[in-house]
């Protein structure tokens, strides 16, 4: 956890400081995976790209939710849920160049 509840809560209600956290930790992370492909995603991915490459998983959400469905009505236990995840997305890396 990167902040506890009392250090959260000065943030609480104010959606332009939340914004801007989110974007804090995502530059500053090792990995970055984006569950949505808005203009927010496209400015963390360009800053990350021009301050040295860093870590970037891009999600086949379809595929994702495929998973999900098989892994909530029990056709695939969680590892070979977590398995499949591995192997859908270890070529859905971005490229430093």
């Known amino acids: 956890m990167l902040l506890d509840p009392g250090e959260l809560q000065q943030f609480q209600n104010r959606s332009s400081q939340m ?3 989110d974007f804090m ?3 500053a992370s090792d990995t970055f ?3 949505y492909d808005g203009n927010m995603t496209k400015v963390v991915e360009g800053h990350r790209r021009y301050r040295g490459f860093k870590k970037l998983i891009l999600l086949d959400r379809k595929r994702l939710v495929e998973l999900l469905d098989l ?3 029990g056709t695939l236990s969680w590892n070979e849920f977590a398995v499949a995840v591995r192997s859908a997305h270890e070529k859905r ?3 430093s160049t």
């Open 19 to 21: 914004v801007a956290l």
């Open 25 to 27: 930790v995502s530059i």
């Open 33 to 35: 995976i984006p569950t």
């Open 71 to 73: 892994h909530q009505n």
């Open 93 to 95: 890396t971005a490229n």
